[in-house]
């Protein structure tokens, strides 16, 4: 619709009565007018270097986390991010590739907090870290609210404390693990000892309402396995993936990191119980790592730099329960430790903001047993206050034998131990084989959180109520 100014300006001076006596060429001119912005606010690129683009005449019309419209030479038009600033200029960093951005390039800025409008429809697609569709079923329907994308936590005094025990589906997590509704659960592993097939396993079998699912960093070729192989059909139908390959700049994979926290917020407050997992948070460290040193931040622990620290219980605290009266968001994050190094920096700060960690051991996974879980050396802190008093001495008599046998295991390999040196030891033996055999899963297979408990009191003889 024509703005009353433009329209009456072209009236008065031309002595037309109404807009249905105008050419019907200038009622198009004027529309085009129409839809122009009001004003445009635009500096110039005074250095390209790297992953940054510097950018003059506008740095006091930006703010960090602002986003501009860089205009390459061919037309392209760039989306970037303010990073910082620098002797009066501001630095930005791009979404996509800087082909084509030189010297005197027009930087516009944009205007808007990034947001993201999410439904129920979007479950069952899969997203880039724009929110835009790559899975070729067309284009996604508008949300009635927008989500910002850097949402801040809740206030940790009007947050509700987590909910009832979730089933995940996984047994040798349901009773040596239990996860509660809002917990958040590392999973730290090395690279190929199954991290990718416990979390399908997770997103098909676990009693949350929605699974909102995001791969950062991921090879493309392993993204559309994933997808079609470990999650099928079952699993994505309730699932909502978003996906940032290891190609891509490193803005759009930490973007990809705080959408799939936006989307479950969305859920969240629709009072859904959502299952928020993301693989992994090592490659949203290494984004922000890549995004701190091209802004000139200095390198600190084993190259990361400050913000990388502060960033992790940002993104991390978004997860949880949510206020009285709204859903909650359980977190399972995925730690790729480098050279299976479980003490290295960002195993070590996700740990200590965590309330529970799962550890994967390559070990384990090379003598064929999978998920390849070290029983002894995952804690879940909800543990034991949200068991029974019966469930928890089943779980620690099986911990202890676990333990015991651990402990002896070089000696019994070697045939150096001797039966009835320790009675304690001599039990474990026994039971070895069983347990061993309770905490292997097929993929496919589910069992529940009361199935679990009682294959687990069968295997020690313990009575337990059916």
């Known amino acids: 619709m024509i703005r009353p100014p433009v329209y009456l300006f072209w009236v008065r001076t031309h002595s037309f009565r109404d807009l249905a006596t105008v050419p019907a060429d200038i009622v198009q001119l ?57 002797q009066g200029r501001a630095l930005l960093m791009p979404f996509g590739t800087l082909d084509g951005v030189g010297l005197g390039c027009r930087a516009l800025v944009a205007d808007g907090q990034p ?49 009832e025990k979730l089933d995940l589906g996984i047994r040798a997590i349901n009773a040596f693990l239990t996860c509660c509704r809002g917990q958040r659960m590392g999973i730290f592993a090395g690279s190929g000892v199954g991290k990718s097939s416990v979390m399908s396993m997770l997103a098909r079998f676990s009693a949350a309402e929605v699974a909102v699912i995001g791969l950062i960093g991921e090879r493309g070729r392993e993204l559309q396995e994933f997808i079609t192989e470990d999650l099928g059909e079952e699993g994505l139908a309730r699932s909502i993936v978003v996906c940032a390959t290891s190609d891509e700049a490193p803005l759009l994979r930490r973007q990809a990191a705080y959408l799939t926290l936006a989307v479950s917020e969305y859920f969240r407050d629709e009072g859904r119980d959502v299952l928020c997992m993301m693989d992994s948070v090592t490659r949203f460290a290494m ?17 990361y730099p400050p913000t990388v620290f502060a960033e992790l219980p940002r993104l991390l605290e978004r997860a949880g329960p949510g206020l009285a009266g709204s859903g909650s968001i359980t977190g399972l994050f995925t730690v790729l430790v480098e050279g299976d190094d479980h003490n290295e920096p960002i195993a070590d700060a996700v740990r200590g903001i965590l309330d529970g960690h799962i550890v994967l051991e390559r070990q384990i996974g090379e003598r064929g047993r999978y998920p390849a879980i070290n029983i002894l050396r995952s804690v879940s802190r909800t543990m034991p206050g949200c068991n029974t008093p019966a469930e928890n001495e089943l779980v620690g008599r099986a911990r202890r034998l676990l333990s015991a046998y651990d402990n002896m295991a070089e000696m019994i390999r ?53």
């Open 115 to 163: 947001s993201v409008f999410p439904c129920e429809a979007w479950l069952g697609r899969v997203v880039n870290a724009l929110g835009e569709p790559v899975d070729g079923k067309g284009p996604l329907p508008k949300g009635p609210r927008g989500i910002p994308i850097r949402n801040a936590p809740p206030s940790a005094h009007a947050r509700a404390r987590v909910g």
């Open 30 to 86: 004027l529309r085009e007018i129409d839809a122009l912005p009001s004003q445009s606010r635009f500096g110039r690129v005074t250095a390209v270097l790297g992953l940054m683009v510097e950018v003059g005449g506008i740095e006091k019309e930006l703010s960090v986390g602002g986003r501009c419209i860089v205009e390459a030479r061919d037309g392209r038009q760039v989306p970037c991010e303010v990073v910082g600033f620098r």
């Open 414 to 466: 070697l045939g150096a131990y001797r039966r009835g040196s320790d009675p304690q030891v001599d039990e474990a033996i026994r039971y070895q084989p069983a347990l061993e055999a309770f905490l292997k899963q097929g993929k496919r297979e589910a069992t529940d959180l009361p199935a679990s408990y009682a294959m687990l009191a069968e295997i020690l003889g313990v009575p337990w109520p059916q």
């Open 287 to 303: 984004a922000q790592r890549e995004i701190g040193l091209s802004a000139g931040e200095p390198p600190t622990t084993k190259g």
